[in-house]
């Protein structure tokens, strides 16, 4: 059973001197029994102002909670019958309205290093919502993205990756979902993310990361998918975001990297450390009292933390939130109509969605 709350919390920060040490607001925009994996955030109803936030858990649910709405009452629209771990919302199908949510995780039972995953398609029909099987794998799948990838065809594709080592695409043809792989790593991976790193090529790349410890930017060349390591380390790393000032790792050891490009190779910088994993990074400009997108991280350590860079190049941690239970995504965009630009918004083993911003 979930509940949906709204409920206002502020969180005091004590101002340190630096460019964004104001205080942050948590909102409860859902409460779950079960933990939530991932979240979303995108405009997935085409009859309902503004975006919303979808959410999954480990029972398997998908739960929206509308942006445009005043009273922000979450609607469950899919139960599977296995653990749901991550999301993403775009426009998968040219010819459907509006953008499709994709969720990823085992096909039945909770998550496991043994037993098959799937992706699922999700979207509005009618009154109600349609939730369709499109691939299935050996095992679990932990990461989806979705984006303009491969130029040679139209449209968006999506990006999975998981347990079986493989980052696979699908693309939309006819009535049918084509799978292809496109790299295979040496053991489980965590994430998928899209976005523009390679600055001497056209195009948006594929970034993945795993326990193998390598984050990786995967892209389609004349011959085929090609690969470059952005960033390896001993330990897993499981998290991955990228804007203008890098690409933002998360890894199991507890330590935020931020990698950039540098000539024809990568500088690795380690921006912070947590007590725990880290399983969520955000790159976005969600804080007016800081000059341009921001840097984000979360985790075991049931900590949301800034990342800030002084005058002098120096970089500074601070807890915008902390949470009951251990953090387990972050993900930034734009939801609440009453905030202008950009929000964060965190779940984890507590079963509750939180939205932040800054305060007023």
């Avoid at 040219?94 to 085992?106: I, L, R, T």
């Avoid at 085929?224 to 050891?253: F, M």
């Avoid at 933390?305 to 002098?312: C, E, N, P, T």
Wanted: charged share 20%; aromatic share 6%; with cysteine.
């Amino acid at each position: 059973m979930c509940r949906g709350v709204f409920v206002a919390v502020v969180l005091c920060v004590v101002r340190g001197g630096l460019a964004g040490d104001g205080e942050w607001t948590a909102d409860v925009l859902l409460e779950c029994d079960h933990g939530l994996g991932g979240a979303a955030i995108g405009d997935l109803d085409p009859d309902s102002p503004g975006k919303e936030v979808v959410a999954v858990s480990a029972a398997g649910e998908v739960w929206l909670v509308r942006g445009g709405a005043t009273h922000r009452a979450p609607e469950c629209i899919h139960r599977s019958a296995g653990e749901l771990i991550m999301g993403a919302i775009g426009d998968a199908v040219p010819d459907s309205p509006g953008c499709e949510f994709v969720g990823v995780g085992m096909v039945s039972g909770p998550e496991s290093l043994t037993g098959p995953g799937q992706v699922l398609l999700i979207h509005r029909q009618g009154k109600g919502w349609q939730a369709t099987p499109i691939f299935r794998d050996d095992h679990m799948i932990h990461g989806v993205a979705l984006g303009d990838v491969a130029a040679r065809y139209p449209g968006n594709e999506i990006v999975v990756c998981g347990f079986s080592h493989r980052v696979t695409l699908l693309r939309r043809e006819g009535a049918r979902w084509r799978d292809q792989t496109i790299y295979v790593a040496s053991d489980r991976l965590k994430i998928a993310a899209i976005a523009d790193v390679l600055p001497q090529r056209e195009g948006l790349e594929v970034l993945v990361c795993g326990s193998d410890g390598r984050v990786v930017a995967l892209w389609e060349g004349q011959l085929g998918w090609c690969h470059e390591v952005v960033y390896a380390d001993p330990v897993g790393q499981s998290r991955v975001a990228a804007g203008a000032a890098g690409v933002l790792i998360g890894g199991d050891g507890g330590k935020v990297t931020l990698a950039r490009r540098q000539d024809a190779g990568w500088r690795a910088e380690c921006l912070a450390r947590q007590a725990g994993k880290i399983r969520g990074v955000a790159v976005a400009d969600v804080d007016p009292e800081v000059p341009g997108a921001e840097l984000y991280a979360c985790g075991y350590s049931r900590n949301v933390v800034q990342l800030v860079r002084d005058a002098g190049g120096f970089w500074h941690s601070r807890r915008i939130f902390s949470g009951q239970r251990p953090l387990h995504h972050l993900v930034a965009g734009d939801f609440d109509a009453a905030h202008p630009g950009s929000e964060l918004v965190t779940c984890g083993h507590g079963g509750r969605l939180i939205l932040l911003t800054p305060a007023r």
